[in-house]
């Protein structure tokens, strides 16, 4: 039977691809492909836990190479396979895959995790708009959304396209608002569903930290993805973590995880910047009343409890909710606003814990600071 042109075309834009060790693409027993259905090519690459990491500038250049065939509709370039976690993932002692991005981000001075015990509590939002608070400031910020299954990076930035390649086969991350952003989710078609064990999820996250061009910054903020599993300790002891925000709303329900993920972050000895208290009260758009849909002042309170700065509270608006989905940063889009200036006090909070550790910015211009 005659072979589909898609295919061959496919084949012929992989032709020059080569693994890590010399050998061609499409020669090697653990590649999978390419295959067409529905109009679509895929490609997958079996690996493991350890060496998926220095395949991941390859895996996009295949990919962007299918994207390129005539005639289909799409691409996509999977890494599989699996790798127990490593025996000693639990104790701050990173393990040799974790140790990597330590090194990868040695031109970054601060990393900073923004984690919640659980997911709905505006953690991605709270991410976002604390590293503009951060470039308002001055400094050079970057934003990784390690969310692997739920990336919100894109729609919150307005992010479109696909990250270039740049020198030394790493990914140039893409840039919106003055920060340096990468995300799965800018990596896949936006209704992919990220079907992965923890292994491979460990190992993308270190892909987006190790392969990725981060270049130079002050801090390098990590939206967190919600829990205390193997993701998170992979980060925690992967990055030299400068420091964790923990992000919360009022409610009980949402500190009882909120204090999981303090005890799991001091567990591998990173410090707790602080606690913010998200969707403090709903402003109503009407008459401006305040609302206390989860309660007032439980996030405050248990702060104080638990011995950590208390960074403050962020209201529920109608602003906020529309400027997130229209990819419009309320920092960035209202600097000077009430929401814009409660998250740039925040970050200045944030940065005074991180200049206690005896860092300073490099070129930040702090005036008002």
Not at 6 to 13: C, D, G, H, P, Y
Not at 89 to 101: D, E, F, G, I, N
Not at 137 to 150: F, K, Q
Not at 312 to 334: F, H, K, Q
Request: hydrophobic share 45%; proline share 8%; aromatic share 2%.
């Amino acid at each position: 039977m005659r072979d589909d042109p898609i295919l061959t075309a496919a084949r012929q834009a992989l032709a020059g691809l080569a693994l890590p060790g010399g050998a061609p693409l499409l020669d090697a027993p653990e590649v999978s492909g390419p295959v067409l259905a529905g109009g679509r090519l895929s490609l997958s690459i079996t690996t493991t836990a350890d060496a998926a990491p220095g395949l991941a500038a390859l895996r996009a250049e295949a990919e962007t190479a299918l994207r390129g065939v005539p005639g289909a509709s799409g691409a996509v370039v999977t890494l599989t396979g699996e790798k127990p976690a490593p025996p000693n993932l639990s104790r701050p002692a990173a393990s040799k895959p974790a140790a990597a991005p330590a090194r990868t981000l040695a031109g970054v001075r601060h990393v900073v995790a923004v984690a919640s015990g659980k997911g709905g509590v505006g953690k991605s939002t709270t991410a976002v708009n604390l590293a503009l608070g951060l470039r308002a400031l001055g400094l050079r910020v970057g934003i990784l959304d390690a969310d692997i299954h739920g990336p919100s990076l894109p729609t919150l930035l307005g992010l479109h396209g696909r990250p270039r390649m740049g020198k030394d086969r790493k990914l140039l991350p893409m840039q919106s608002n003055g920060l340096a952003a990468m995300s799965m989710g800018l990596m896949v078609d936006a209704e992919t569903a990220m079907v992965w064990r923890g292994p491979m999820v460990m190992s993308a996250i270190t892909q987006m930290i190790s392969d990725v061009d981060w270049g130079t910054l002050d801090v390098l903020v990590v939206d967190m993805p919600p829990g205390t599993g193997d993701a998170q300790l992979a980060i925690s002891q992967g990055t030299n973590l400068s420091g964790a925000v923990i992000v919360s709303t009022p409610q009980d329900l949402a500190l009882i995880d909120a204090r999981r993920g303090i005890t799991m972050f001091r567990k591998v000895d990173v410090p707790i910047l602080g606690l913010i208290e998200n969707m403090a009260h709903f402003i109503c758009p009407d008459c401006g009343s305040e609302h206390a849909i989860f309660g007032t002042g439980g996030a405050a309170a248990e702060a104080k409890r638990l011995g950590v700065p208390y960074l403050g509270a962020v209201p529920l608006t109608m602003e906020l909710r529309a400027a997130s989905d229209a990819g419009r940063p309320i920092t960035a889009r209202e600097p000077d606003g009430t929401l814009g200036r409660i998250y740039t006090d925040i970050a200045r909070e944030v940065w005074t814990g991180l200049d206690a550790q005896g860092a300073t910015p490099r070129h930040a211009n702090m005036q008002g600071a």
